[in-house]
């Protein structure tokens, strides 16, 4: 394993802030994407002809007239595929690529038109007649349930202690249910592939993807081909979100496809209403919870079942349901627990990976727990949460079994409180309420507590590969993905630290399956984490070559070389970097090495729901203060408070930024983000006109937002930085739970408001009138 060596910090290295490696081609609009790369002549375009039933048997399929129509050079369907008809990322062998004799849900890939432009291949998609013998369509997690409750996943039970025994003695019991909805990523660019075959049966394929390696492998399949005759590659995306960690794969093996069954050039870019339509999204739960406390607030006994509407194929369902069981109890500990998954089969999207995969989901049902508990005993939520944070002794083991080793929970919070003067804001808001009818205000603070790691163990490594150039410029490729959240510009940082380099002579290049085979997708929070040290151990490969050579020539101890800005420090002398990588090379040395990292510490069995899934656990805290009119139910944000652990930052600057566009995100999926089907299973919510993400005027009024100081990673993490990708994101939990305090005020804060998730304004006029005793 590698260890974290003391080195001079070198302006602009890692743990400094740097502007991000694109930022300049993204401002200036210069930054390329799928869509934007020159297209070969003869280039060849493909539009998905999809179902227009949730659940039904295909009768016949007459598709003469597509094949007719001006511009068409071939019509796909599942008999053209001469490998696997199946793209399922878990080897369930339950999603075909395209339909064969059923379709399971609204939008489904039934047949692909390839043409000579997009507007012949969307024409003439629309001539398909297809007959459906239509089948009783599960739409829903409670028409789940009366069905039989099919799933698409192994359930997954967590225990720990006796929970019956722990709620039957409790002197306090409350049992309920939370409800939230789903989420759609809306990236900026949608999914996108493009494929173009080469000799003896190669195949190129560029892909919005974050996951090359399983994209290459998908395509390989079916195209029926081994793996070596595939790459694909992947410069940056337009966002990503989890939402091209599988959904990416149909796009790039339609165009594989296409590409090699035509010997042209293929690509397919879906547009928003056929993206919508056809990609999964963030799982929507049901969480029905019991819980044990006592008068001051102590949680001694929760039983939740978690329930997710999973869609028609199993996907990344049972990995997002069970980081769900995973992060129920946040920052709390329970001492006698029971968690249970359900992941429920229905004839809609296959939901997959969103940014917190599961883990949000979780910890909206843990807080909702605090909130209840707080109510009842008429207690502060943060006095709450404070007295039941994982400590020390027999109060730091997780209902995983995991002992949690480093819980700084109460220190977050106690900071936070402070420093946003929590208590004297809340009483004034409580003053405010009093005198205001029609407008009423909300505070609350809440913690995040987030494991870093794949829970799939295997996908715990990376590779990487350097380059050192005799000019004495470096060349850096690995198989994280880049999709705006700066994980290259951290890798040129790496290198520039180790080297002593500027900026200017450190270049990332596009990743691809050709460089770095059998990559781990760039997800989990973990591409930093894993690629930085797959980095690292590849430049300190080379840098043992250069030290052990300079230390022979210049007859000094190894430990008397160091890499710096103004040169390479070897005894007395400083040479510059240049002049001694050439002497390196013309002493036939390599200049070029392979790097790999594996987590260290982790190991997880399903099967006994015990084990450590997590390297480390990254914290946090948010105070988040609304304001909600109760004529019409909208909401605004009008201040929030942010105190986030980042370990020892690689990257303040983009960290920051990070924190800030995760919360946004947590806060739009909370509060406006709503998916909706109508009674055939036909997505409503399709497009930017009927699916509303949060705006430049929704974004608090006032944002302050710092990283923990001097808390560097207990972990030999990279450079002891934490990750930063998913965990910012649950800090938009405060906000539910600052609505859910204002509406409250209606009922001078004696009931729980049992808000459930999007506070939509009907979502909120709702609970209103249902805590005025209204009829709603």
Sequence with gaps: MLENVAQPRVKGAASTSMKHESAILHVTGTAAYIDDMPEPRGMLHVVPGMSTKAHARIVSMDLEAVRAAPGVVRVLTAEDVMGENQISPVHANDEPLLATDHVYYWGQPIFAVVAVSRAAARHAVRLAKIEYEEKPAILNIAQARENGGAVVWRPLTMERGDVERGLAEAPR????????????????????????????????????????SETQHLVAHVLGRPHHLVTTEIRRMGGGFGGKETQANACACIAALAADLTGRAAKMRLDRDDDMMMTGKRHDFVVDYDVGFDDDGRILAVDMVLAARCGWSADLSGPVTDRALFHADNAYFYPDVRFRSQALKTNTQSNTAYRGFGGPQGIVAAERVIEE??????????????????GTGTRNVTPYHM??????????????????????????????????????????????KFGISFTATHYNQAGALVHVYTDGSVQVNHGGTEMGQGLHTKMVQIAMREFGLTADLVRITATTTGKVPNTSATAASSGADLNGMAVLDAIRRIKERIIAFAAEKWAVAECDIHFLPDGVHIGDDIVPFKKLVWDV????????????????????????????????????????????????????????????DAGQSLNPDIDIGQIEGGFVQGAGWLTMEELVWDAAGRLRTHAPSTYKIPACSDRPRIFNVSLLEDAPNR??????SKAVGEPPFVHGVAVLQAISDAIASLDEYRTCPRLDAPATPEMILRTAMRLRGEAV
């Design 373 to 390: 508990i707080a109510f009842a005993t008429g207690l502060d939520p943060v006095t709450v949460r404070m007295r039941n944070f994982y």
């Design 715 to 720: 972990e030999a993490t990279i450079f002891r």
């Design 173 to 212: 019991r409350l049992k309920n249910r939370i409800t939230m909805g789903g989420q759609e990523h809306f990236y900026l660019e949608g999914q996108s592939a493009f494929a173009q075959p080469g000799e003896g049966g190669e195949m190129r394929v560029w892909s919005s993807t974050q996951h090359p």
């Design 585 to 644: 090379y013309f002493a036939r040395i390599s200049l070029s090495a392979n790097g790999f990292y594996k987590t260290p510490k982790i190991s997880w069995n399903a099967d006994t729901g015990r084990g450590r899934p997590f390297f480390y656990f990254a914290y946090g805290a948010a105070c988040a203060e609304v304001s909600v009119d109760l004529l019409t139910g909208e909401n605004t944000i009008d201040r929030v408070d942010i105190l986030h």
């Design 403 to 448: 002992t949690v080793e480093d819980s700084i929970s109460a220190e977050i919070v106690s900071k936070l409180v402070e420093r946003c003067d929590y208590e004297t804001r809340k009483a004034e808001i409580r003053e405010f309420n009093r005198h205001s009818r029609h407008i009423r205000r909300g505070i609350a603070l809440t913690p995040v």
